[in-house]
């Protein structure tokens, strides 16, 4: 079986406040998600999201269904989101090939019984994936970085200088909750959604990459007046509940995704919080 699962249960941010460094980590950090040959993925109760990585080798690796679905077949009331981080690859839905490169996303809708991840000329793609629960079927779509929604924030001066490139949303693809899209710091910028907001009607996840070796990404999270932080390593994900803060803070530029499902589909629903107001 070269698919594996772990379960994640959602938390009270009163307990939180209690976690010490491990139980954090426990709870909200996923660390090794790319194994040779193998699928691997935490089903998390934050927004029933799943979040995950398919490494194929040789042979092709199926996206197939786990236990805590009761489902005849992975896609059977979800939808997914698929970017890869790694070299060239495939990634098959029913009888149709889709090649993606690098930074390059695909969206397949409810109801594909058949999702399977493939190398493409002997090289290894790194498909980084999150799914939500879809109360509709709609058509699988390729996203290439040409066709995403670009958006600059930030600036040089205040380290916080970064691009957005909204791939998976409804103004690009039709989508029943999922929304994805990866937001690259500038050289010298190292701080990401700052200033913070949270938004209580969905959750997201964040997957830190292109975090230069010896250096890391120090994420942060909890009430905007109680938060907590956690170290992370490239190609490492990081769940972050509705009520939480999700930002951080590098030791160099690095790029990331954001995956978030929820109640709208409206990515500009944030609750800003004042950088003075953090605790
Ligand atoms: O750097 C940023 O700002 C982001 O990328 C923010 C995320 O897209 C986000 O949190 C959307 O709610
Ligand atoms: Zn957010």
Known sequence: MSVNYTVRYATNPEDVKSYGTERLREDFLIENLFEDG???????????????????????????????????????????????????????????????????????????????????????PLFYFN????????????????????????????????????????????TCQLQMGMTQLETGSVWNTMPAHVHNRRMEAYFYFEVPDEQAVCHFMGEPDNTRHIWMKNNQAVLSPPWSIHCGSGTSNYTFIWAMNGENLDYGDMDHVEIQDLK
């Not at 199926?62 to 077949?73: C, G, H, Q, R, S």
């Not at 989101?81 to 029913?94: H, L, T």
């Not at 799914?131 to 916080?160: C, F, M, R, W």
């Open 38 to 124: 193998e699928i691997n993925m935490v089903y998390s109760f934050y927004g029933r999201q799943i979040v995950g990585g398919a490494k194929p080798g040789s042979s092709a690796l199926e996206l197939e269904t786990i236990d805590p679905l009761k489902a005849n077949f992975f896609l059977e009331r979800r939808e997914l989101g698929i970017i890869n981080v790694g070299e060239p690859g495939i990634v098959k839905v029913g009888d149709t090939e889709y090649e993606i490169d690098f930074k390059e996303a695909i969206y397949v809708g409810r109801g594909e019984e058949e999702v399977s991840f493939h190398q493409k000329d002997g090289k290894q």
């Open 131 to 174: 799914s939500a629960p879809a109360h509709q079927a709609y058509p699988t779509k390729k996203i290439s970085q040409d066709e995403a929604e670009i958006v600059e924030l930030g600036s040089l001066e205040t380290a916080n200088h970064r691009v957005i490139r909204k791939l998976i949303v409804n103004s690009i693809v039709d």
